[in-house]
């Protein structure tokens, strides 16, 4: 059964960090259509000014945070210690579990460039307190693929035509897909029919359904075991993402997500406490996030 529009989303913009412009393709408010994700941002930006104050320390727990870049450079650091640039075609996944610090300081390419995707994954209640984890994913590590009929598919996460992407055993099982479909030709994809599935359009115009869509359309899908979109006159290009559900309630509040309400005031009382931490401090980034979670303790 090939899956029907539920709803079609533009987002809007916003501004989150130190003052990063970016446009939110869905957030808060939508979550609930969207289990088990919570939030997708795309920050594609032509000019430093929109980037460039980043996001400095901060905290997260309960999720995780899958960042895809494009182009360009991400300074980051965290308090497991890992510190370093993600470059582009890389993905930073970040499992918050029971809590993580980091920054992620947005550098654009030597034209001036940002161009990156963030999408925030939900933990199920089991998995909320597990240890962070932290993954660089490398351009040449995410394998492509291109079919007799020219289109190009980037497996991040999920399997295609027998081949599977580098994000592995994660728990809401899920599917990202970067996907390039050539001019006037039909991508039809398989999935199972139970989990939640949309795709973004991050290039050119085509249809899904009757329905036209372009460059930053949000097109969630009912359930369905295959979904399909037709690219218009030029190639389109698009990320597609799906995921086991979770049907758990949601308390979140800024960056933490849990499963009830005195866990989330539990979590941003250890943040105020300077006992949000679980894990042991190591690495390079250590002295540096010492020095925050000090000040964080006198506040």
Known sequence: MRREISQIFYGEPVTEGAGVKLHRAFGYFEA???????????FRSHNPEDY????????????????????????????LGNKGIISSGSVQWMTAGSGIVHQEMPKGDKNGSMLGFQLWA???????MIEPCYREITKTEIPEIKRKNGT????????????????????????????????GLEFVHPLNKEYTAFIYIIEGKGSVNGSVVKN???????????LAITAGKKDLR????????????????????????EELEQAFRE??????????????QSNEFQGYSNQKKSN
């Open 32 to 42: 609930s259509l969207f289990d088990p994700f919570l939030m997708l941002d795309d």
């Open 52 to 79: 460039i104050k980043g996001f400095t320390w901060h905290p997260h727990r309960g999720i995780e945070t899958i960042t895809y870049i494009h182009s360009g450079d991400i300074e980051h650091g965290d308090s």
């Open 122 to 128: 939900n933990l199920p209640a089991s998995h909320k």
């Open 152 to 183: 190009i598919i980037k497996i991040i996460a999920g399997t295609v035509d027998g081949i599977k992407g580098p994000a592995r055993n994660i728990a809401i099982d899920p599917e990202y897909l970067d996907c390039n479909v050539p001019a």
């Open 216 to 226: 930053r359309a949000l097109i969630l899908f009912d359930k369905g075991e295959e």
């Open 238 to 261: 698009f990320l597609l993402i799906s995921g086991k559900p979770l049907n758990e309630p949601i308390f979140w509040r800024g960056p933490i997500v849990m499963n009830s309400m």
């Open 271 to 284: 943040y105020q406490e300077g006992t949000f931490v679980k894990h042991n401090l190591s690495g390079g």
